[in-house]
């Protein structure tokens, strides 16, 4: 069954780049599915970062839409996310995670679930 | 961009009791783009509902979901211990997504 991995530095400088990695094993990207990271800060709520779908098109949440960066690696089997000009609000954990979309027979509308997550990996930022 | 606002922030009940759980939209959204997760300390998200009612793969029927519009819920009929997590909803609209705040299910 298809598993996720995150993989990344664990502290990372105010004003520079956060960049991870998101390994997916037992699975080809050559199928209908999107590629999503959520992060969470510290005893907060989950935050949804963006996504990409095999073909390469991206989809980021509006209010960190400037300063990332999503791409894919099909033949590492990866995907991945940057960051830029990160601060002390950046600091969590960072989910990966495969979005399945699919349409609802008969209406316009489109189920849209994260059905498969990797186990998430910390991110600090500070010097 | 849709707010989902869930409610209550916690709530404290006993195993075998039954609990409500409720997440509102800030506009009306379709039933097909409401989702729920279950999130235990120190671990990913679980999907356990897509669809506002639609069971995810392995969940048990004591988990159910209703609603439409702008009113959803999330009903799990006799609390086992394991049950007892933080809960998020989730929503897709315009290709973005965005999650409510959560409500933690605690022992009483």
């Known amino acids: 069954q298809v598993q996720l991995q995150e993989s990344g530095p664990g502290l990372v400088n105010p004003s520079e780049t956060l960049s991870l990695t998101c390994t997916v094993s037992a699975y080809s990207f050559s199928s209908n599915y999107y590629w999503d990271w959520i992060r969470q800060p510290p005893g907060k709520g989950l935050e949804w970062i963006g996504n990409?779908?095999?073909?390469?098109?991206?989809y980021y949440n509006p209010s960190l839409k400037s300063r990332v960066t999503i791409s894919l690696d099909t033949s590492k089997n990866q995907f991945s996310l940057k960051l830029s000009s990160v601060t002390a609000a950046d600091t969590a954990v960072y989910y990966c995670a495969r979005g399945t979309k699919w349409k609802v027979p008969s209406t316009y509308y489109y189920y849209y679930y994260l059905d498969v997550w990797g186990k998430g990996t910390t991110v600090t930022v500070s010097s | 961009e849709i707010v989902l606002t869930q409610s209550p922030g916690t709530l404290s009940s006993s195993p075998g009791e039954r609990a409500t759980l409720s997440c509102r939209a800030s506009q009306t959204i379709s039933s097909s783009q409401l989702a729920w997760y279950q999130q235990k300390p120190g671990q990913a998200p679980r999907l356990l509902m897509y669809g506002a009612s639609r069971r995810a793969t392995g969940i048990p029927d004591r988990f159910s979901g209703s609603g439409s519009g702008t009113d959803f819920t999330l009903t799990i009929s006799r609390l086992e211990p394991e049950d007892f997590a933080v809960y998020y909803c989730?929503?897709?609209?315009?290709?973005?997504?965005?999650f409510g705040g959560g409500t933690k299910v605690e022992i009483k």
């Open positions: 990409i779908y095999h073909s390469g098109s991206t």
């Open positions: 989730q929503q897709y609209g315009s290709s973005l997504l965005t």
